[in-house]
């Protein structure tokens, strides 16, 4: 971790301190202890790198690098890092604590991809402040003393036929048929559409996604993307690939898999959405800053992924359970063969080679098989866990697990998912 120290008055008294609160990993940069004024030490007084590191890490203290945008400002403070180095260099030859920080330097470099050339960060947090990148000017308000707080990070995913995880970590499973608003706020707009996914069932799942970044000042016009099944375009309706000026866009489409998986970055408003395609259907998965996705009026309450969904649409048991609708109601008949042609064990078996923590993704996978008999919903499950590994803030909520009032006795379980997932799969056909 690079260390810089405080000293109290005397060389032999100089101590290391840790100010890089945000855990940013430097441990191969040596502790770097500063120079009281008046002591008589053999650091030349003109060497400046305890200046430098110190410029460095005020630069860097507030950056996280779960938020999209860190690399880029990583690697401007690290530019700046190294040419503060440089016009030092005469003055700290032979000091083993400045050739120490340059090649931490250029391992760091190589380690986050960091170019040369590039733009640089100012030591002055007044001049760094960026409007189109949502972390940025957070944490400049956070070093003013504005916020005590880093900004929360809220997560919705909807998925399979289909289920939705709310930003308040609810997990529902819904019918909702036909075209629903997901999200509606100030800044982002999104919409799906769920199409039957069996003849004569109520379980839908996602052919249609329309994604609207609204216009914000400086930072891009108004940006739409619009996805449908067998269509996952890397570009926006318009034919562009990202919004706004200069050479690091506020907005951007990065296709990861041709045709199956692209990610949507917007760093003015700090958000990141994924679609994928599995099957015949589509996925979604966001991350958005709280203090956003709370900004909407009265009249458009309507979200599902605020509020969830409605309660006339809504096939699980309230809390999310999909195993439990119903169960204590049915005969004790026999699960021999589900429809269409997956019995409870095969896929149990299925489901748990894809997912060996048996939580509420683990259900939802075993339901759709039970339900559609189409195995890719088995990798819309797993890949929506995928998702939520990667834009959930929370790593302790990454997994739900059923409601403790739904727990079974030792040995009762399997009976219980085996009648409940029969019971379910009833109300969807009925």
């Excluded at 999104?190 to 000042?217: C, D, E, M, W």
Aim: proline share 5%; aromatic share 8%.
């Amino acid at each position: 971790m690079l260390q810089i120290s405080h000293s109290t008055g005397a060389c032999d008294e100089a101590q290391t301190a840790d100010p890089n609160a945000l855990s940013l990993s430097l441990a191969f940069l040596p502790p770097i202890i500063s120079t009281p004024e008046g002591c008589d030490c053999q650091q030349p007084a003109q060497c400046r790198i305890q200046k430098c590191t110190t410029d460095f890490v005020s630069l860097t203290s507030h950056l996280n690098s779960a938020i999209d945008g860190f690399d880029s400002e990583f690697c401007k403070a690290l530019r700046a890092y190294a040419g503060c180095t440089q016009r030092t260099s005469k003055a700290c030859r032979g000091n083993l604590v400045y050739h120490s920080a340059v090649l931490g330097i250029s391992d760091l470099m190589s380690q986050r991809n960091c170019s040369k050339d590039g733009p640089t960060s100012s030591t002055n947090p007044e001049v760094t402040h960026d409007p189109c990148n949502y972390h940025s000017h957070a944490g400049v308000r956070e070093l003013r003393g504005g916020d005590q707080n880093p900004p929360n990070y809220l997560f919705c995913g909807l998925f399979g036929d289909p289920h939705l995880r709310t930003f308040k970590d609810h997990f529902q499973t819904c019918k909702v048929e036909g075209a629903w608003p997901l999200i509606d706020n100030n800044y982002l707009s999104v919409q799906v559409t769920n199409v039957p996914v069996v003849l004569g069932s109520s379980a839908t799942a996602t052919n249609k996604i329309t994604i609207i970044f609204k216009a914000h000042r400086e930072c891009t016009d108004q940006k739409v993307y619009q996805a449908v099944t067998d269509d996952l375009p890397a570009a926006f309706v318009d034919g562009s690939t990202s919004g706004g000026d200069g050479d690091v866009k506020s907005l951007r489409i990065v296709e990861r898999e041709s045709g199956r998986y692209v990610e949507m970055h917007a760093r003015y408003i700090g958000t990141t959405v994924f679609v994928r395609q599995l099957g015949r259907y589509l996925t979604l998965a966001i991350r958005m800053p709280e203090d956003l996705a709370m900004s909407y009026e009265e009249s458009q309450d309507l979200q599902l992924c605020v509020n969830g969904c409605p309660l006339s649409e809504r096939i699980d048991d309230g809390q999310g359970q999909v195993s439990a609708i119903l169960g204590h109601t049915l005969p004790h008949t026999s699960l021999a063969q589900a429809w269409p042609g997956y019995t409870l064990e095969t896929a149990n078996a299925q489901c748990h080679e894809k997912m060996p923590v048996k939580d509420i993704y683990f259900q939802s996978c075993v339901f759709d098989l039970l339900t559609t008999g189409d195995a890719n919903f088995t990798a819309a499950a797993h890949s929506a866990l995928e998702d939520v590994e990667a834009l959930h803030p929370r790593k302790e909520r990454w997994h739900i697990f059923p409601s403790s009032g739904h727990e079974t006795p030792r040995g009762g379980s399997h009976r219980s998912l085996s009648l409940g997932l029969t019971c379910l799969i009833l109300v969807v056909f009925l």
